[in-house]
């Protein structure tokens, strides 16, 4: 994480014009499987009043899966594909449902947006899923995302709503992002280990350094710990601080007050294509650099050449995005690679000039181009 402005604080989540907030599956259901009621209205007062405010609110909801449980007479949440697809079918009706019903109390439509991983890897879904919700916002309608797990796949799916959330805040360009779970904040070690504290406010990775968090989410829910952090990381290195809380604190946090763990925004804005090709797109194959490609495209100035690449895997196309790995095999960038797989094997490492004098002019150019490429930062554990 980089430098954060000293002035930022949590006067941002309060002053904020767009919100984003993602509540889990374990925030909207009971026990019994049967979807809360209590806690969706509950949740959807605080986000009228927001509106009331003048303020604009986009809600990623998980608990489709978590809704259609009771009513299908399930005990626990379905492991197999067949069943899960067909449990989130059921439930998803139930909860637009009750949120069109809940909101429409308060003068308010909503507007349903069913989202796979294929709308995000795919750009011109990508952009298509952006205009969409621009216009809903535009209409004074609250979109109600979620993804849409009737149809997703293992291969095609997020797993989680918490790097949902983190996608659309950028999407939609948010001033800021919620998450809400069942716990009240990042603690600097398991929640339920006695002398464990709630860390009030992270304002760079030193903050967290070395504390200890599970990837295990509920029973009901599919993302943990870990996840979350992850969303977190990918809103405020793109410039969208985050407050993380449990559900019961969602007025306190979107009005600025203390409560739950408050992640001060350690980037600058960036492009939605930018972020697509960091977070978002599908690589199709990696490039191998050498030491020294490695130290120049991580500076942050120079376009990848063929000089510097020593080996090509996968199958990919021109304009495909591709990772950038080090000799040791450690993803250092992504990138939308200029020429297919095939060809550049008769290019690694030659020089542009050697490329020009023997192949011609269209060979000499870039692997990738800087403008065309992103670094990846290592995750937080």
Do not use: C
Not at 3 to 23: F, Q, T
Not at 108 to 136: C, F, I
Not at 302 to 329: K, M, N
């Amino acid at each position: 994480m980089g430098r954060v402005n000293a002035l930022s604080s949590r006067s941002e989540i309060a002053a904020a014009r767009r919100v984003v907030v993602k509540i889990g599956s374990s925030s909207l259901t009971g026990a019994d499987g049967h979807l809360d009621l209590a806690a969706l209205r509950a949740l959807v007062d605080v986000l009228a009043a927001r509106r009331a405010d003048g303020g604009q609110v986009v809600l990623v909801t998980s608990g489709a899966i978590a809704a259609g449980i009771g009513p299908l007479g399930l005990t626990n949440r379905p492991r197999d594909l067949a069943t899960a697809q067909a449990t989130a079918s059921v439930g998803q009706g139930l909860l637009v449902a009750r949120y069109a019903e809940a909101f429409a109390g308060h003068g308010l439509r909503v507007g349903q947006v069913l989202l796979t991983a294929e709308d995000t890897v795919r750009r011109g879904h990508y952009r298509n899923a952006q205009r969409s919700l621009e216009r809903l916002l535009g209409l004074g309608v609250v979109p109600v995302v979620n993804e849409n797990d009737a149809v997703a796949t293992d291969e095609i799916r997020f797993g989680d709503n918490d790097r949902l959330a983190a996608l659309v805040s950028h999407l939609v360009r948010a001033d800021a992002m919620v998450l809400l779970t069942d716990v009240d904040g990042l603690y600097d070690g398991p929640p339920s280990r006695p002398g464990t504290r709630r860390i009030p406010e992270v304002r760079s990775a030193a903050d967290i350094a070395g504390i200890e968090v599970t990837g295990r989410g509920s029973a009901v829910g599919t993302g943990g710990m870990l996840t979350k952090l992850e969303s977190v990381s990918i809103a405020t290195g793109t410039g969208i601080p985050v407050v993380l809380t449990k559900a019961e604190n969602a007025a306190a946090a979107l009005a600025g007050e203390p409560v739950g763990t408050w992640f001060a925004a350690t980037g600058k804005r960036t492009t939605r294509r930018r972020l697509w090709l960091a977070h978002a797109a599908r690589t199709r194959g990696r490039l191998v650099l050498d030491d020294g490609a490695v130290k120049a495209v991580q500076g942050g100035r120079a376009s990848l050449l063929p000089a510097g690449v020593t080996a090509v895997e996968g199958d990919f196309d021109a304009g495909d995005p591709v990772e950038l790995v080090a000799p040791d095999g450690r993803v250092v960038a992504r990138g939308l690679v200029a020429f297919e797989s095939r060809d550049i094997p008769g290019l690694l490492g030659r020089s542009t000039k050697d490329l020009r004098r023997e192949l011609g002019e269209g060979y000499d150019r870039e692997v990738v181009h800087r403008d065309d490429l992103v670094l990846v930062r290592r995750r937080t554990r």
